[in-house]
């Protein structure tokens, strides 16, 4: 769908949304993405983008992606919700990509709709939109074609989208944030009706589709797109959805920020090739207020940020700080290919899901899914350190163990026959919690 490449096709875009210039948008979900590359292209203009693919009769699209350093993951827009949370992209796009649209009473409409913040954009780009020069060629006719379209913008209309923009073979549909639209939508006998409060907006891991459409929380004033601040601001800036995580408010987003920065600083020091073109995919396994890939905003990285399904859910405020993220249950599998990420990041995952999940299969999807010679930075409480360094070691990864007493300034030194040498240094905090930063390298041996 590029004749003239991708940066051409971009650029048109671009002047169809101005805000795609000046940092309004920076979150974008890419279905049927192809191999990525309008996603690629994005990324050099400061926009994140969740590259979207099944892994079907095509080639493995999103392993070409993955091996360009294009965010991206496995899935499908079928008969379950996508796992992201409800009004958090600025933009979505469709470039031929196939998905029947007005099938089912446009169900699938309906959840873009659902991931689609207030104000945010929807572009659809192919012969559909320019049907007037394009039917030829699709055993059809120009008739239909316009039906189609008709058909397809009234649907839009009818869920609260007005054409924002429109130009050769792009359209860009935008949804509103004007409340009184969705009023309409209680009448009876409305299609597609207004959801009810049974479920909840940003319910989304295994939870069906519904024919119907989620209006805004409006006790949320400010998650539509003209309220969210432009990037690079909106990325400190703590925004109103924090008030609805349990012990969530702008001085524990602060302390988070800050705790991160010093953590980043030293993972930098054991983890000398963090920050250089030699780790590009980096996946922190089980983020809160994404403060760890903040630290490394100024890197030549990305990051994908996890929120555990049975967690707090904090991956809206993630999106709401201009990064991207998925929900997982890491007691299944991820969703990409094998060998993709150059790094994985932890934080008390065990702690937090070993009650659940069988560590050593935890483990072994990491081992799948990481790059030989890729890195795992782990910060775990003491009853679990030992356990996973053994494991590790077990799967043939090099180990090196820190511990540092923080208060005392105590270092201990402790050797491994024929494998490693272990440097352990343990961070108390201020409670007497026993922190530890594991630093392991898959299939590299370390010697000293």
């Not at 004749?3 to 979900?29: C, E, F, H, W």
């Not at 919700?81 to 990509?97: G, I, K, T």
């Not at 409409?109 to 060629?137: A, D, H, K, M, T």
């Not at 780790?279 to 490394?296: E, H």
Request: charged share 25%.
């Amino acid at each position: 769908m590029f004749p003239k490449g991708v940066s051409a096709y971009v650029d048109l875009m671009q002047n169809l949304i101005p805000g795609m210039k000046d940092g309004t948008v920076r979150t974008a979900i890419n279905t049927g993405c192809g191999v990525a590359s309008w996603g690629g292209d994005l990324l050099d203009r400061g926009i994140l983008t969740v590259s979207l693919a099944p892994r079907d009769n095509h080639e493995p699209q999103v392993q070409f992606a993955l091996e360009w350093a294009i965010p991206a993951i496995l899935g499908i827009i079928s008969t379950q919700r996508l796992p992201f949370p409800s009004n958090s992209f600025d933009m979505a796009h469709c470039s031929r990509c196939l998905i029947p649209w007005m099938e089912f009473g446009g169900l699938y409409l309906l959840e873009i709709n659902r991931i689609l913040r207030p104000g945010g954009f929807w572009v659809l780009s192919g012969p559909l939109v320019n049907y007037q020069n394009r039917w030829r060629g699709w055993n059809t006719t120009v008739e239909e074609q316009k039906s189609d379209y008709d058909g397809l913008q009234k649907l839009l209309t009818s869920m609260c989208f007005k054409l924002y923009n429109k130009k050769d073979d792009i359209a860009v549909w935008q949804k509103t944030s004007n409340s009184s639209c969705y009023n309409r939508l209680a009448i009876p006998d409305a299609y597609p009706p207004k959801c009810d409060d049974s479920l909840e907006p940003d319910s989304a891991w295994y939870t069906p589709l519904r024919p119907c459409v989620v209006v805004p929380d409006p006790k949320l004033k400010k998650i539509g797109l003209k309220s969210v601040p432009k990037w690079p601001e909106r990325l400190h800036i703590a925004r109103e959805r924090m008030s609805q995580i349990h012990r969530g408010s702008a001085s524990a987003f602060k302390h988070d920020d800050s705790k991160w920065k010093v953590r980043a600083k030293h993972y930098k020091k054991v983890l000398p090739v963090l920050g250089t073109d030699k780790i590009r995919n980096v996946m922190d396994m089980n983020t809160v207020y994404r403060g760890f890939a903040a630290a490394l905003i100024d890197d030549l990285l990305w990051v994908m940020n996890v929120v555990s399904s049975y967690g707090a859910n904090t991956l809206a405020v993630v999106y709401d700080r201009g990064f991207i993220g998925t929900y997982h249950d890491w007691c299944e599998a991820f969703s990409t290919y094998p060998r993709t990420y150059d790094l994985l990041h932890l934080d008390g995952l065990f702690t937090a899901e070993g009650h659940r999940c069988d560590m050593k299969f935890v483990l072994s999807e990491m081992d799948r899914i990481l790059r030989p010679n890729g890195y795992v930075m782990m910060r775990e409480s003491s009853y679990f350190i030992d356990a996973i360094a053994t494991i590790a070691k077990g799967m043939r990864w090099g180990v090196s163990q820190r511990r540092h007493r923080v208060q005392h300034r105590e270092r201990e030194t402790i050797g491994l026959p024929k494998e490693a040498l272990v440097s352990v240094e343990q961070e108390f905090a201020v409670k007497s919690e026993g922190r530890h930063t594991l630093h392991v390298q898959q299939n590299c041996r370390i010697e000293v």
